[in-house]
């Protein structure tokens, strides 16, 4: 198993290694994107592959459902560049929601009655084909992060699209407390933790580590929070997580700069807990 989290963006392929090694991180956002000249890429993936830093994951933040035509074509080649880079650097996957049918000014998610339905479903199993068949990876795994109001939603709707997009190249991104959208699923965490790891176990590419937390406040009101200081199952998650591949990445996500290091720390000291290994480099 590996930690990692975001970094500061570097020119410099040498600096960003030394930054990584000097956090205790031996996983790694992509560091460029599409934009960036082939050479400038290849330089980073030829650091890491070197440093022993697994680059964990291409986002390819976008709404390939969009209702508007031309915002579903744009965000359909999106998807297909970030996959692209994703297999030449050598990222375990390239991640992204499935999309919704609604539309945000800002925003790719917007909940929407039709998210949850046959249609919308058959829909993703086409887009998802269609950006893998585009590209041919052979290294990086195109992946949906799991959503409350979008497919998927759990473990088994995962496992629907596996079997219906029926690509070698689909994986799974599980983010968990995208998961918790009960108060059933939020005190039994521990139990769709176990569920799906039984379940996708094989298929998961890259995790995202966040904790959860349910307000007092009406109506439900569940947040995210700094790990260690909700409710997730943190024992459980990183015994699950310590049986895949020893390669799969543990990445920090969306938290205040200075809450990085003591999320890190305090994942670091369950692992030395229930005796599960992270690797450093």
Same mark, same amino acid.
């Given at each position: ?39 400038? =890429?290849? $330089?980073? @993936?030829?650091? +890491? /592959? ?8 291409? #986002?390819?933040?976008? !709404? ?19 996959? =692209?880079? $994703?297999? @030449?650097?050598? +990222? /375990? ?8 049918? #609604?539309?945000?000014? !800002? ?26 068949? +585009? ?147």
């Amino acid at each position: 198993m590996r930690l990692g989290a975001p970094v500061p963006t570097l020119q410099d392929p040498a600096d960003w290694i030394a930054t990584l090694r000097g956090l205790g991180y031996s996983a790694a956002y992509c560091p460029v994107t599409e934009k960036e000249p082939e050479d400038f =890429a290849k $330089a980073f @993936a030829k650091a +890491a /592959r070197e440093a022993d830093i697994v680059i964990a994951e291409v #986002g390819a933040w976008s !709404n390939p459902l969009s209702p508007t035509e031309a915002r579903r074509r744009e965000a359909l080649a999106l998807c297909q560049k970030r996959l =692209a880079l $994703a297999d @030449a650097v050598g +990222a /375990r996957c390239c991640v992204n929601i499935s999309g919704s049918r #609604g539309e945000e000014p !800002n925003g790719n998610r917007a909940p929407h009655p039709d998210n949850l339905t046959r249609n919308t479903f058959d829909l993703i199993v086409e887009t998802v084909r269609a950006i893998i068949d +585009a590209v041919k990876p052979v290294r990086a795994f195109y992946t949906l992060e799991v959503h409350p109001w979008l497919y998927p939603n759990s473990a088994d709707s995962y496992l629907d699209l596996i079997g219906a997009i029926d690509r070698p190249q689909f994986g799974v991104h599980l983010d968990p407390v995208n998961l918790f959208s009960s108060p059933e699923r939020y005190y039994s965490n521990s139990v769709v933790l176990r569920e799906c790891f039984a379940k996708l176990g094989p298929y998961i590419k890259s995790c995202h580590g966040k904790d959860t937390i349910l307000r007092n406040q009406l109506t439900i009101d569940i947040d995210e929070i700094r790990p260690g200081l909700g409710a997730l199952d943190y024992r459980t998650f990183l015994r699950e997580l310590s049986m895949l591949d020893p390669d799969t990445p543990l990445m920090l996500e969306h938290l205040l700069d200075d809450e990085y290091a003591p999320a890190a720390d305090y994942i670091r000291s369950v692992a030395r807990e229930v005796g599960v290994s992270i690797k450093t480099v």
